[in-house]
């Protein structure tokens, strides 16, 4: 079924092609766009001010001209202030009619996609005995909210986890391995241990002379494949990839692949050769680069930046003068292989803003081999603390995912203590984790990704307001009204052995199926712009028109056909509910 905007859209473009007849520009296709406000109606379009001008009218005369010939599911009028704005109001019976579609269907109205995609999600990718920062938390929770809705709209997806396992850092960690590593709290805290090491051989490489050169020793030793350093490097990522297993289990978040840099190594050196080969690198200062090919205009290349009152070149360096590879050389081997194995279509990277032209360079460079696709740097901004600074620890650490985990399921367990203090210890420990840990992520997919956030723990944690615990809250309420109704009615449409009846006859159900209708609409949009927030924000609205119908509209002390018809408001609002959330991987209970 198509969305209603769509729907409006085909109408509105077969009236304006009646109208125009050859004046209408070939391949146009009306927008249509929700409302901003309700007055109006529900949907609007300005595609006669955009046509008016080439077809020598009146913006406001041509509307009025093509209203007159729409006779669909909604009443269009044109607005009586403004250049010719189309509004829409959908008829009652039309989402009476939608309503109805929704409780068959399991996809409730949400269509799959035309063009399924071969899409490789890479995300959260944190470094081997280095801090997984918030940073880190952000990418991990947006991309496999990403991964959840391309599946659901029928892409096949790849989760790859390219995780930082090859890098300087392991001289340092090679060392203190070998002087310093306590073996115990290795196998208990394989994170923290690794991270301690690093800071600690770190430390003392600013005050002990030679230390550096021999972190670089053992480094050298590594990359040039001594076996006994070869050996510690694995167990390494090996003891790191299990601490970060169990974090990943508690978010409910999983990988496909985890296939970290240091699986690209040996492409490194042939893909350089490629580069040179084909005059797309060159030699710089013994270093190998590319440079801009002068395609784009300079404020569109991302190998020029403009310094000094002129355009300076940029160039992203693929071989140092050393002979090390860096990080835009693992990345350039990563996406071929994403394409040549995986036949991938689609590459996005969820990963901070600070890293823009680093994937500017890189799509570039493609683009300069022949290489298409739909490649995304789907970007973010940092998270702060209530003093909007950068998110620290009081002792001005970086705060680590797992403690942040940690504390929210501690702070929803006071919580629900308070709230539910009969309720079996075990189940309160159970809704603690998923209210701690829907807390946050809800926090993080409600906000704008490209804006900084203040990261507020009484604020996420609240029960009103869009959080996860409102919309957990509200789930448990209409569970709660369904439960307590024993309507035969409603229980036969349930079955499939009667046809559901709609009826809408109050405002505030009118809102409510206008809300429910609206999920078909905004789960696809919320994929295609890479933006979570839209649906969050969704179903926040969703959980407020829910709330208000209830306040006016009584379900327990209606007759039928009315308290079936709320009923199925009730069902469609919690399955659209879980729906939602379960795509914002956010867990739902029965009671709370
Ligand atoms: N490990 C990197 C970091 O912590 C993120 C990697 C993102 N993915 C990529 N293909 N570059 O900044």
């Known amino acids: 079924m198509m969305t209603l905007p769509e729907q409006i859209a085909e109408e509105l473009t077969n009236a304006l092609r009646e109208e125009l007849g050859e004046a209408l520009p070939a391949g146009f296709h009306a927008v249509v766009t929700a409302s901003q406000d309700l007055q109006y109606g529900d949907y609007q379009s300005n595609a006669a001010m955009v046509l008016a001008k080439a077809a020598r009218k009146n913006p406001r005369e041509l509307a009025q001209a093509v209203v007159t010939r729409l006779a669909g599911m909604a009443e269009a009028t044109v607005s009586v202030a403004g250049p010719g704005f189309i509004n829409f109001r959908i008829k009652v019976e039309e989402y009476a009619a939608r309503m109805v579609a929704m409780l068959g269907d399991e996809r409730l109205g949400v269509a799959l996609s035309e063009q399924p995609k071969k899409l490789v999600i890479d995300f959260s990718a944190p470094n081997v005995a280095k801090p997984m920062h918030v940073g880190h938390i952000r990418s991990t929770i947006i991309g496999d909210t990403l991964a959840r809705l391309a599946r659901f709209m029928g892409h096949t997806v790849i989760t790859d986890n390219h995780i930082g396992d090859w890098g300087t850092q392991f001289g340092m960690i090679l060392w203190g391995w070998k002087n310093l590593l306590d073996q115990r709290e290795l196998e208990e805290h394989p994170i923290d241990a ?49 601490g970060l297993e169990k974090i ?3 978010l409910d978040i999983h990988f496909d692949y985890w296939l970290g840099e240091s699986f690209y190594n040996d492409a490194l050196e042939p893909l350089v050769n490629d580069l040179l080969a084909r005059g797309i ?44 590879f860096l990080y835009a050389t693992t990345d350039l081997a990563t996406l071929d292989y994403r394409i040549s194995h995986f036949q991938a279509d689609s590459i996005w990277y969820v990963v901070g803003a600070p890293q823009e032209k680093h994937f500017k360079q890189i799509f570039d460079i493609e683009r300069m081999r022949g290489v298409t696709g739909d490649f995304r740097h789907v970007a973010f901004g940092s998270i702060l603390g209530k003093d909007r600074r950068p998110f620290k620890t009081r002792d001005g650490e970086t705060v680590s995912l797992q403690d942040v985990i940690d504390e929210a399921v501690q702070r929803a367990a006071r919580v629900v203590k308070d709230k539910s203090p009969d309720m079996p210890a075990e189940e309160q420990a159970a809704v603690a984790e998923a209210v701690g840990i829907g807390a946050i992520k809800f926090a993080e997919l409600s906000q704008n990704r490209l804006s900084d956030y203040i990261f507020d723990w009484e604020k996420m944690l609240s029960l009103s307001g869009d959080t996860a615990p409102y919309l957990q809250n509200s789930y448990v309420r209409v569970r709660a009204i369904e439960r307590k109704i024993d309507d035969p009615e409603f229980a036969a449409v349930l079955s499939g052995a009667a046809k559901p009846q709609i009826l809408l006859n109050e405002e505030r159900e009118i809102n409510l199926a206008r809300s429910l209708a609206r999920f078909a609409e905004v789960v696809p949009a919320t994929l ?55 795509l914002l991987g956010i867990r739902l209970l029965e009671r709370m």
């Not at 030679?210 to 006994?228: H, I, P, S």
Request: hydrophobic content about 35%; some cysteine; overall charge positive.
């Open 194 to 242: 690794l991270l301690t090491t690093y800071k600690e051989v770190n430390k003392r490489c600013k005050e002990q002379p030679g230390l550096l050169e021999a972190c670089k020793a053992e480094l050298v030793r590594l990359q040039n494949g001594d076996a006994e350093n070869l050996d510690i490097w694995k167990r390494c990522i090996e003891v790191t990839k299990r």
């Open 281 to 324: 690198a060159r030699e710089s200062d013994g270093a190998v680069c590319v440079f801009s090919d002068g395609k784009h205009a300079p404020k569109d290349d991302p190998f020029l930046v403009y310094k000094d009152g002129q355009w300076q070149p940029v160039p992203a360096i693929i071989r140092k003068a050393d002979g090390a």
């Open 528 to 582: 295609d712009d890479c933006r979570p927030n839209l649906l969050a924000a969704y179903l926040y609205e969703l959980a407020r028109a829910f709330h208000s119908f209830y306040e006016a509209c009584p379900v327990l002390r209606s007759e039928n056909p009315t308290r079936s018809s709320r009923l199925a408001l009730c069902e469609l609002t919690a399955r659209v509910l879980r729906l939602g959330m379960s």
């Open 248 to 250: 990943y289990d508690k």
